[in-house]
């Protein structure tokens, strides 16, 4: 077996994911960032996407929303907003989540938080194509 790491993945509702894992790879801010075993100590934000965790030889995905990536030698550690894997997301519900935030996203109106729309059209496509992809 190869050599291992500890992932944890956190939210403010639960402990999503923690298990041994032979490598992870989550996009940071400046694209993504592979992890394995004694990688260098690194803190990092995390932009939307997805994480890919490798365990016993097989890949699985989920969506991720923005937070921090803490790697130690031994141990890394994803605390973000959301973590979601494919099945549990509703599909229908990001279809919708998406056709809202382009929606506001085409108004000219100064009452509309464009930031947070766009943040929402990345949450909500990111959880589309992972739901698609699963």
Request: overall charge neutral; proline content about 3%.
């Amino acid at each position: 077996m190869a050599s291992t790491l500890t992932l944890e993945i956190v939210t403010p509702d639960r402990k999503f994911f923690e298990d041994e894992v032979e490598k992870v790879v989550v996009r940071g801010l400046e694209g993504d960032i592979g992890v394995l075993r004694n990688h260098i100590p690194l803190v990092t934000p995390l932009a939307i996407g997805r994480v890919k965790i490798k365990q016993n030889g097989e890949y699985r995905i989920a969506a991720v929303a923005e937070g921090y990536l803490d790697i130690t030698e031994t141990k890394t550690t994803i605390v973000t907003d959301a973590a979601e894997w494919p099945d549990e997301i509703d599909l229908n519900r990001a279809e919708l989540a998406k056709q809202r935030a382009e929606e506001k996203l085409k108004k000219k109106d100064k009452n509309i938080d464009y930031d947070r729309a766009e943040i929402a059209l990345r949450k909500a496509i990111n959880r589309i194509n992972v739901a698609k992809r699963g």
